[in-house]
């Protein structure tokens, strides 16, 4: 079966730290340029960040840059996002999946974030 799975979301206060993670089954995601996404309570879905297959290239949404690091290891087959110094409005539920175009039946249950004191 091919999937994604993201996992690592919880609570945290403004200013701290959270990793996720995306796992992939059934693909290798270093073939696949694969990017993170969010969908906030009454916002459309957005691309957050992405990773490039062929070089490792990254690229990052202006209001994350230099907050937000994505990585990936080949060996675990997983892709991960690193959210440094969060925000409320970072408050989202994160997916996982090919990118800029995603795949329908790759989108997962994604992994709910939120940015609270």
């Known amino acids: 079966q091919v999937q994604l799975v993201e996992s690592g979301g919880g609570l945290v206060q403004p200013g701290g730290s959270l990793r996720l993670s995306c796992a992939a089954s059934?693909?290798?995601?270093?073939?696949?340029?694969i990017g993170w996404f969010r969908q906030a309570p009454g916002k459309e879905r957005e691309g957050v960040s992405c990773?490039?297959?062929?070089?490792?290239?990254?690229y990052y949404e202006d209001s994350v840059k230099g907050r937000f690091t994505i990585s990936r290891d080949i060996t675990n087959n997983t892709v991960y996002l690193q959210m440094n110094r969060l925000k409320a409005e970072d408050t989202a539920v994160y997916y996982c999946?090919?990118?800029?175009?995603?795949?329908?039946?790759?989108w997962g249950q994604g992994t709910q974030v939120t940015v609270s004191s």
């Open positions: 999946n090919t990118a800029p175009n995603a795949l329908v039946y790759l």
């Open positions: 059934g693909l290798t995601l270093d073939h696949y340029a």
């Open positions: 990773i490039r297959s062929s070089d490792g290239r990254t």
